[in-house]
């Protein structure tokens, strides 16, 4: 195996380029390494100027996802070797507007979260020196896998329809209200209704499926529109029959 | 620009977010903003595996919660403080039940606890093993609900502006855009996390430079016992990612190169096959550390090429227990080692973790400079002493988060705006920003390598164990280093997403944190739980029962004196493990 190998970066900078370039940069290939140690390595050694973010190294904090030879990855949990002999080409997340290099603005889907509640409703709190509301091991699987996001926007970047209508809510949110609806402590999942059945909620999804795929963390967004647009149906009908209350 | 609000916290992680809503919840009326060099849920915090202690058994009660803090600590641990934190954490954590965090169960729907190095009961509240990631993930998803929480995401504090004796806000930097903003406060609370980057093995993650605990000394507060530096027993080579402790908790042993459970031999206990608390594995983390460099010198550790490691066995485990209880250990391994820990062994070294030192404060967060409060791992209150104990950070994060939250917005009510001097800081600030490292002309040094050699630096010389010539080289190489960041090149010119401007204020922020750290290990002449000087290889507490206190002295230099530590119920004894 050679050792080296060649990165392909996408470089975008808005006050000098009209639109994104490639460059190559030669860098050491190392069995250990990911593709964030070649980020590292170029702009430690070769070129300052390589913009891009990334924080915990571990998989958890959900900064690093880029697009990696045409898919959403986390590039702290991607190996070098498995694109070897390379060329490997490292782009920014797809289906957002690039900030500059490998920096895509999320600021969309950041000011839209709290749109869907996502934090535990009670119609009463209960004063926290009454102890714990009880909730079983099994209760807590009901949810536990959605709750598992860490905002990482791959799914975003895989989704058909997110890339079409940047309006519609998307899968991560999704999940997130699912999150909450399936806790056995909430009694939000009416509020958060209607804005899971507006047009830029959950019918926008047409069930491609991209988003399970692409998400590091098993959270099953796509499983999590279905299941809710179960719930929706039923609840949109139960309104109809009962009229508005 | 200027922005102007009532109180100002630097740092959106666990300790920043729970001050937040403190705020929010108790002063409506006021506006408080959270500036954070990243998105709050990219904060550190979110990497904590293991858990966070409180009691709730009932066979358990805080006074044994509070010995265990203050022995572990070897007793430079505030009592007072540590009374107060064990009082309060149980609170602390049930609120953040009922705010919806996924704590583990037991079958009856209770909450469950577990085991945890140097506890002598289990306490430990645990999200099975990614307890930092649900906390964090509950605080910021609570802190949208409400709307009186401003957010400045990815703006990166540079500097605090401090007139008229006291903290009127700060200027900090929009990486998106560049532009250099303003931001005027009656109250800032630092938050700002840890600094293990200042070493070259850590679990920390990237963010985690010490810019608050430099931000806090450069505006003339004092920096408190930075040279309790905490090594993780348990790291995984090369990367430094942290097998978390609870590995141990559920049974894991530390073997050397001959399959032997070398914990024995350092009086930690005898070996028993499932664990046994405050003992052998469970033993605390410096002793653990401390160890493992005597298992090397005595040629009974593995050579690798990211030199020498041991075994954690957690193969006795099983993969069904491994999966419920540890799952995240076992997708780290998998990942980033290659290795399966149901099958395989799994090589691990110590890895430096979490700051004990921070900016000295009192009980609500108060620092020695009026207006400004810190709280979380860069304050130092102090409930960590000499060596923390696994699981006391994450409620050390909420009890004093929040208590320097309440503190701060009180005062903030009863605090007129900034002054004109203040703001004119803050001009001189945006100039020297604009000036010195934007129009750096072409100089002869590199970011990475001053940085590298800082690391290697402080490995060598501040590292497990210390010795008085080491440290006295290590002032002069960091004093060299300081010299040097004067002939940086910044090659990025561009406003948009610069990364190479913060990674520049970062490494200046992390070389004063550096000389703090090496100053005070310096003039510690004993040995005290992660302070282990070679030298003087005995603990004195006739000299030394007392918290150092770095301050920045008018000709730029480190001065160090001391204040004695508050002891109540529990004289300062031996710290017995094992037996
Ligand atoms: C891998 C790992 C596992 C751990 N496991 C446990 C555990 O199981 N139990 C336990 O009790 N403890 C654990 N700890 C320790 C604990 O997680 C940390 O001490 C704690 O999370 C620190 O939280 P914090 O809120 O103080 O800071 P952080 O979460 O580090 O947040 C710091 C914040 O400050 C901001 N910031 C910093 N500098 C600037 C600047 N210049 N301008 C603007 N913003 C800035 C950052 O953006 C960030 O939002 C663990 C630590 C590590 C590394
Ligand atoms: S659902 Fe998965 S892919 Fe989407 S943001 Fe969350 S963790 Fe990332
Ligand atoms: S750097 Fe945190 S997820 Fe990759």
């Keep these: 195996m050679a050792d080296t190998m060649t990165m392909r970066v996408t470089r975008y900078e808005p006050d000098l380029d009209h639109e994104p370039r490639t460059q190559d940069f030669s860098i050491p290939l190392r069995d250990n390494w990911v593709v964030l140690d070649g980020l590292n390595y170029i702009k430690d050694q070769l070129d300052g100027t390589l913009s891009y973010r990334w924080s915990c190294r571990m998989g958890i904090c959900g900064s690093c996802g880029m697009m990696v030879d045409d898919e959403p990855v986390l590039t702290c949990a991607t190996f070098l070797v498995d694109y070897a002999p390379g060329p490997i080409r490292v782009e920014p997340l797809a289906n957002f507007p690039v900030v500059r290099d490998l920096v895509v603005d999320i600021s969309d889907f950041i000011e839209r979260l709290p749109r869907v509640s996502p934090w535990l409703v009670r119609h009463e709190d209960e004063p926290v020196d009454d102890g714990e509301y009880l909730q079983t091991p099994g209760e807590l699987a009901e949810y536990e896998q959605y709750s598992m996001c860490i905002n990482c926007m791959l799914c975003y970047s895989a989704c058909p329809v997110y890339g079409l209508d940047p309006g519609f809510i998307g899968p991560a949110a999704i999940a997130l209200a699912q999150r909450y609806n399936l806790d056995s402590r909430d009694q939000g999942a009416a509020d958060r209704l209607d804005v899971l059945i507006h047009p830029d909620g959950l019918w926008g999804c047409t069930f491609v499926g991209e988003c399970t795929t692409a998400c590091p963390k098993d959270v099953d967004p796509a499983g999590a529109i279905q299941r809710y647009k179960l719930t929706a149906a039923i609840e949109t009908l139960k309104s109809y029959v009962e009229g508005p209350s | 620009m ?7 916290i630097v740092g959106g992680g666990g300790a920043g977010l729970r001050a937040a809503i403190a705020i929010a919840e108790e002063h409506p009326g006021l506006d408080v903003a959270i500036v954070s060099k990243v998105y709050p849920m990219r904060s550190h915090t979110v990497s904590a595996e293991g858990g966070a202690a409180g009691v709730i058994g009932a066979d358990d009660s805080v006074d044994e919660h509070a010995y ?7 007793w430079l641990a505030d009592q007072d403080a540590v009374e107060l934190f064990v009082h309060e954490a149980p609170r602390e954590l049930l609120r953040l039940e009922h705010w919806g965090c996924p704590w583990s169960r037991e079958p009856d729907g209770r909450i469950a606890v577990r085991s945890f190095g140097g506890m002598k009961k289990k306490r430990t509240w645990f999200a099975a093993d990614k307890t930092g990631f649900h906390l964090l993930h509950t605080l910021f998803q609570t802190s949208l609900k409400y709307p009186a929480v401003h957010r400045h995401d990815e703006w990166f504090a540079t500097k605090l502006l401090v007139d008229d004796g006291r903290v009127q806000g700060l200027v900090a ?9 303003t931001v005027t406060a009656k109250a800032v609370i630092l938050a700002t996390g840890g600094c293990g980057r200042v070493f070259p093995f850590t679990t920390n993650a990237a963010i985690k430079t010490g810019d608050g ?37 559920e049974g894991g042993w530390l073997l050397n190169a001959d399959g032997y459970r070398y914990l024995q031999d350092y009086d930690l206990g005898k070996p028993e096959p499932t664990p046994v608390l405050r003992s052998m594995e469970l033993g605390p983390r410096d002793r653990l550390s401390q160890a493992f460099v005597h298992e090397v010198e005595k040629g009974r550790a593995i050579d690798t090429p990211y030199g020498p490691v041991v075994n954690l066995d957690l193969r006795h485990l099983g993969p069904k227990l491994i999966d419920t209880k540890i799952p995240f250990v076992r997708e780290l391994c998998r990942k980033y080692q290659n290795v399966d820990p149901a099958t395989d062994l799994v090589q691990v070294r110590p890895v430096v973790h979490y700051m004990m030192g921070g900016v000295h404060t009192d009980l609500d967060g108060a620092t020695s400079v009026r207006g400004l409060f810190a709280a979380g791992e860069v304050a130092c209150v102090s409930i960590n002493g000499a060596n923390r104990l696994g699981s006391n950070s994450l409620p050390e994060l909420l009890v004093f988060g929040a208590r320097a939250g309440r503190t701060a917005a009180e005062y903030a009510t009863t605090t007129p705006g900034p002054t004109r001097a203040g703001l004119a800081q803050a001009d001189d600030e945006h100039r020297r920003i604009w000036r010195e490292l934007r129009r750096r002309e072409a100089g002869t040094e590199r970011i990475s390598a001053i940085r590298e050699e800082m690391q290697h630096t402080m490995e060598g010389s501040a590292g497990i164990y210390r010795s008085g010539d080491s440290l006295t080289k290590a002032v002069d190489t960091l004093r060299g280093l300081q010299d040097r960041m004067r002939l940086v090149t910044l090659e990025d010119r561009s406003q948009t997403f610069n990364t190479e401007l913060p990674a520049f204020l970062e490494l200046s922020a992390m070389l004063d944190v550096a000389e703090a750290i090496v100053q005070s290990a310096l003039c510690r002449e004993e040995s005290r739980g992660a302070h282990q000087r070679t030298d003087f290889p005995a603990r004195d507490d006739d000299r030394f029962l007392a918290h150092s206190l770095a301050r920045r002295a008018a000709d730029g230099s480190c001065e160090i004196d001391y204040l004695p530590v508050t002891i109540r119920r529990w004289p300062a004894g031996e710290r017995v493990y094992g037996r």
Aim: without cysteine; negative net charge.
């Design chain 2, 2 to 8: 200027t922005t102007a609000h009532d109180v100002v």
């Design chain 2, 68 to 74: 265990d803090t203050v022995s572990g600590s070897d």
């Design chain 2, 173 to 181: 930097i929009e990486l998106a855009t560049g532009r250099i903003e």
């Design chain 2, 213 to 249: 605990m430099a931000l806090a000394y450069r505006a003339g507060a004092a920096l408190k016992d930075m040279e309790f530096v905490q090594y993780h027993p348990t790291g995984l080579p090369f990367t430094g990612i942290l097998i978390t402790e609870a590995a141990r908790a």
